[in-house]
């Protein structure tokens, strides 16, 4: 079982920079990938970065080399810097946990989710 928790959302200017933060609980949290899910209103949930147990990363298009995330496992904490943000970044962002292999980019092959923190970014 793991719970998650997400802070650090708010309001930005667009080029600002956000960085949420993941607090995990359980004691088998380093074993888990990790992603950040975003939703705006009207649409589906959508992917936007995963970090495996081991560190490996993936991005979805629309974000790489503007996010980055990272993983502490001794702080079963994760993290999404998000910089140069645009308007259209505006949505309530999830992180999710999964565990064993499978698509990392699939919001149904994540079985523990947070309650979400907004954010927005204004023109």
């Known amino acids: 079982q793991v719970q998650l928790v997400e802070s650090g959302g708010g309001l930005v200017q667009a080029g600002g920079s956000l960085r949420l933060s993941c607090a995990a609980s359980?004691?088998?949290?380093?074993?888990?990938?990790i992603g950040w899910f975003c939703q705006a209103p009207g649409k589906e949930r959508e992917f936007v970065a995963a970090?495996?147990?081991?560190?490996?990363?993936s991005y979805t298009d629309s974000v790489k080399g503007r996010f980055t995330i990272s993983r502490e496992n001794a702080k079963n904490s994760v993290y999404l810097q998000m910089n140069s943000l645009k308007p259209e970044d505006t949505a309530v962002y999830y992180c999710?946990?999964?565990?064993?292999?499978?698509?990392?980019?699939?919001?149904?092959?994540?079985?523990?989710w947070g309650q979400g923190t907004q954010v927005t970014v204004s023109s």
């Open positions: 999710a946990a999964k565990e064993g292999s499978g698509s990392r980019d699939s919001p149904t092959m994540y079985g523990y």
């Open positions: 359980g004691r088998t949290f380093s074993s888990y990938t």
């Open positions: 970090i495996s147990w081991s560190g490996r990363t």
